[in-house]
């Protein structure tokens, strides 16, 4: 089975009612999706610093917490060792909602 990839979710358009049900983690689910992208088109591990400079706006402590509701849902995996979160498969099972047609 081949897993989606990051460049086939649409990200022009938010992402309303997903599992998380809260805009805020919605917006970082999409920045994730975007930052993926950039990984060469794969659903690999960043850090809060990677984060941080991939995002166009201006990123506050609360989108650090919106990563840690995440990894506590079990959307991401966070390596504690080196700050890093990947996204899981059922993170991209999520995000596969908003998959371009």
Request: aromatic fraction near 10%; charge should be negative; proline fraction near 2%.
């Given at each position: 089975?081949?897993?989606?990839?990051?460049?086939?979710?649409?990200?022009?358009?938010?992402?309303?009612?997903?599992?998380?049900?809260?805009?805020?983690?919605?917006?970082?689910?999409?920045?994730?999706v975007?930052?993926?992208?950039?990984?060469?088109?794969?659903?690999?591990?960043?850090?809060?610093?990677q984060?941080?400079?991939?995002?166009?706006?201006?990123?506050?402590?609360?989108?650090?917490t919106?990563?840690?509701t995440?990894?506590k849902?079990?959307h991401?995996d966070?390596?504690?060792?080196t700050?890093?979160?990947?996204?899981?498969?059922?993170?991209v099972?999520?995000?596969?909602?908003?998959?371009?047609?």
């Amino acid at each position: 089975m081949e897993i989606t990839k990051p460049s086939q979710i649409e990200t022009g358009k938010d992402f309303f009612n997903s599992v998380w049900q809260h805009s805020e983690t919605e917006t970082v689910a999409m920045n994730i999706v975007i930052i993926s992208k950039w990984h060469n088109d794969e659903w690999e591990a960043f850090t809060w610093e990677q984060y941080k400079a991939r995002c166009a706006h201006k990123v506050t402590d609360s989108e650090h917490t919106e990563l840690m509701t995440m990894v506590k849902s079990g959307h991401l995996d966070h390596n504690k060792e080196t700050d890093t979160f990947t996204p899981n498969i059922r993170f991209v099972g999520e995000v596969c909602k908003w998959k371009k047609e």
